[in-house]
Nanobody
């Protein structure tokens, strides 16, 4: 398993930008598919973005496509989520997750390593 720690969340004005980071330790980071998920109060946890082991393949939720960018640095054992043009509906707890060689990337159920989450609040 890999241990994951998120950072970078906070309060931001609508239209602003935030970069989330997630640092992994305890395993071979480059072997893992990585994902960002979010959960707002009263809503289901949803896929935001994911990235394959090499960083070549990326998947995005339709709601964030063109605004968010996922990237990874396997030397630093870190995955990032750059969030631009933020909207109030982006407000949620954001989680990073990792799994080795999943069949799919966008389902939370396939991930077996999770960070504790970081709150992102977008104000009007």
């Amino acid at each position: 398993q890999v241990q994951l720690v998120e950072s970078g969340g906070g309060l931001v004005q609508a239209g602003g930008s935030v970069r989330l980071s997630c640092v992994g330790s305890g395993s071979i980071f480059r072997r893992y598919v990585l994902g960002w998920f979010r959960q707002a109060p009263g809503k289901e946890r949803e896929h935001v973005a994911s990235i394959n082991q090499s960083g070549v393949r990326k998947e995005y939720a339709d709601s964030v496509k063109g605004r968010f960018t996922i990237s990874r640095d396997n030397i630093k054992n870190t995955v990032y989520l750059q969030m631009n043009s933020l909207k109030p509906e982006d407000t949620a707890v954001y989680y990073c997750a990792a799994v080795q060689h999943p069949r799919v990337f966008t389902s939370a159920s396939v991930y077996d390593n999770w960070g504790q989450g970081t709150q992102v609040t977008v104000s009007s």
